[in-house]
């Protein structure tokens, strides 16, 4: 009975998604009916057009050729009509079946049971959802009922439908997924001279398979590509994927859209947790900025306390006028499982997402004006007194533009001055696995320092800001130059000191 329920439970299972995927392709058929109506009414508009100015001689052919566009549409919508009820009257028993299935899983009677199962069993394994063919059977596009009246009127006599170009085919293993860029490459199944452009869309998703119709961005596009290959450049990857597809056109109409080819996005997203920042500054999603009157009561109370105490308080909330719009009294209480807030002379801001394992990528921009910040990362047991680079469990790059301007990497307070350019945008990347951290000039991508260790806690990205801002860059790829750099750097000698080409600042490893 034991075996017997769970193999009914996998059916059922299984019988679920498939009712979830025919939801989806309901309503990709709906969509694919409306885009026949608003193609075909697109047609006879610019049929009407033509014929209009070419009157005196096409009155009998344009009522010949508008009846076959009303046979092609009718044929279609015909056949998606009863595609859509073949879906519906499968859906219809898919619900059916597993009311049935999931009065039987209660049956507490083996025997009963045994019975009931074996029915239910051959009737789910028959179903008519499991032989539904999840792609529509008659495209939407009715562009091939186009017609051209550029030629001479005595040519018009043997006048016929333009021929629609072949579909093109996008070729997976050309295309990238690098730099947040997407290279997407492609070919036509055949050579066609008359092909004109080419209109490239796009769309992320969380989604890897059929495109869901509802609940999705509209698809972006990029019209008139002259090659086949096209680079999407700058996006923001804050989705798992991103779905591609291609459409051929010639002088007068475009031909049907490639199947939609899905690559996956790799980034690492995360935002600055307002939560357990120092008062003094603001913070939003992606970006902190100083504010020297935000902590201004909080520091009296701490004044008295410590007066009293002789220990370090624990802050209490209050209202201020110069709060964050997104720093409400709400985030500044005490939170069930949020640590306590940076103090005294950390102001520190923590990402909200930690890093347990794989390689990532971020960066920091600081504001012109900005005076002293620190980029870098630590375990989640940093107190809130600690300072980035000051404990044995934080790494930074500390960047000083007060009187004047110094560079230096810091770990377990000890620092090391760097004799670089100063830079204000400072790239992170982080081996969490391989015991890899590395800060780079995000403008030249010129590595500023490395440190090598072994990571044995959780790691979250830190920042400390005084007397200026910082915007905090996420959902980005590790970039090339980086991966290049990792190769080389394998390649070599695996001691500490001989992995990179500047200095590594030494690692107590027993501390970490």
Known sequence: ???????????????????????????????????????????????????????????????????????????????????????????????ELLECATTILNVKNPTEFSKAARRIKDRITACPAFR??????????????????????????????????????INIAACLVADNCVTVAWKMPEEDSRV????????????????????????????????????????????????????????????????PVTLETKAFVFCLDDTSSHLNLKVEENYVEWDPTGGRGQEKAKGKENKGSGQYPVLKSKKRSGAS?????????????????????????????????GEHYWEATAQKDCKSYSVGVTYRNLGKFDQLGKTNSSWCIHINNWLQSTLSAKHNNKSKTLDLPITDRIGVYCNFDGGQLMFYNANSMELLYAFKTKFTQPLLPGFMVWCGG???????????VVKAFQKSVNGLNSSTCSLYSVPVMPIERSHC
């Not at 566009?69 to 859509?84: D, F, H, P, Y």
């Not at 495209?139 to 043997?158: G, K, W, Y």
């Not at 005490?334 to 347990?356: H, M, N, P, Q, W």
Request: hydrophobic share 35%; charged share 30%; aromatic share 8%.
């Open 1 to 95: 009975m034991s075996e017997q329920r769970e193999d009914l439970q996998r059916i059922v299972s299984t019988l679920a998604n498939k009712k979830d995927e025919i939801f989806n392709f309901i309503d990709i058929l709906k969509q694919t009916i409306r885009n026949v109506q608003v193609n075909s009414s697109n047609v006879f508009h610019e049929l009407d057009k033509e014929f209009d100015a070419l009157h005196s001689v096409l009155d009998e052919m344009k009522e010949s050729m508008a009846n076959t566009i009303q046979q092609e549409r009718t044929e279609k919508i015909q056949a998606l009509n009863n595609q859509l009820g073949q879906c519906s009257s499968a859906l219809e028993s898919s619900e």
């Open 325 to 357: 719009p997104k720093r409400t009294s709400s985030t500044r209480s005490a939170v069930k499982g949020c640590r306590d807030r940076f103090s005294g002379e950390s102001y520190t801001v923590l990402g909200d997402t930690a890093i347990e394992s």
């Open 132 to 169: 539904i063919c999840l792609k529509p059977t008659i495209s939407d596009n009715m562009s091939h009922l186009m017609v051209d009246f550029t030629l001479e009127r005595h040519v018009l006599q043997a006048l016929k439908f333009l021929p629609v170009p072949k579909v093109p085919e």
């Open 470 to 480: 910082l915007s905090v860059s996420t959902c980005l790829q590790v970039p090339s």
């Open 196 to 259: 004109d452009h080419f209109v490239l869309e796009y769309k992320k998703t969380d989604y890897d398979g059929l495109a869901r119709v509802k609940d999705e961005q509209p698809w972006e596009v990029i019209d008139y590509v002259k090659d086949y290959v096209y680079t999407l450049s700058g996006l923001k990857f804050d989705k798992k994927y991103v779905t591609v597809r291609v459409q051929a056109c010639n002088k007068a109409l475009a031909g049907d859209y490639s199947d």
